[in-house]
């Protein structure tokens, strides 16, 4: 599938671009364009550092079957969608998605369920802890009350 950028998009992106690099602690997105913009163009770069690294491990024979897993600063859901798409993430029975936008958790998990009709999808923390934490850039966008 291609995507097609449109009028005022590159205006968008720099926003978004401009946003997390000031790392203001609240979200960028303000609405489903904006997430659509980052999934096909800066969540693209998460998705290749995220199969980099699991790639990694799969050839160091470290598996982390994990059946219970949270993806914690989800955005678009691009980490759980590159961890799902390998083999050790098809032992993952259930997913929560957490981020501070309510927007862009529903967005994650539209893209997820596309991807895996199968798998239980939850919004929020799980009661108990998961197998396994993903987490990609959540630190630098803490508020710096958020980091004591």
């Known amino acids: 599938?291609?995507?097609e950028l449109g009028a005022g998009d590159l205006e968008r992106l720099e926003r978004l671009r401009a946003a997390f690099l000031a790392g203001r602690g609240r979200s960028p997105w303000r609405d489903t364009r904006d997430l659509e913009l980052y999934d096909a163009t800066f969540g693209q770069r998460i998705a290749w550092k995220w199969a980099a690294v699991l790639d990694e491990l799969a050839a160091r024979g470290i598996?982390?079957?994990a059946e219970?897993?949270?993806d914690?600063?989800?955005g678009t859901g691009v980490a759980a969608r590159a961890w799902?798409?390998?083999p050790s993430g098809s032992a993952t029975r259930a997913l929560w998605l957490h981020d501070a936008s309510s927007?862009?958790?529903e967005h994650a998990r539209g893209h997820v369920a596309r991807e895996h009709p199968a798998l239980r999808i939850e919004?929020?923390?799980p009661a108990e802890p998961p197998d396994l934490l993903l987490a990609s850039h959540v630190i630098g966008e803490l508020?710096?009350?958020e980091l004591d």
């Open 68 to 70: 219970r897993v949270l």
């Open 123 to 125: 919004l929020g923390l």
């Open 84 to 86: 799902l798409a390998r």
């Open 1 to 3: 599938m291609r995507f």
């Open 103 to 105: 927007l862009a958790r």
């Open 63 to 65: 598996e982390l079957p």
């Open 72 to 74: 914690f600063g989800c």
């Open 143 to 145: 508020a710096p009350m």
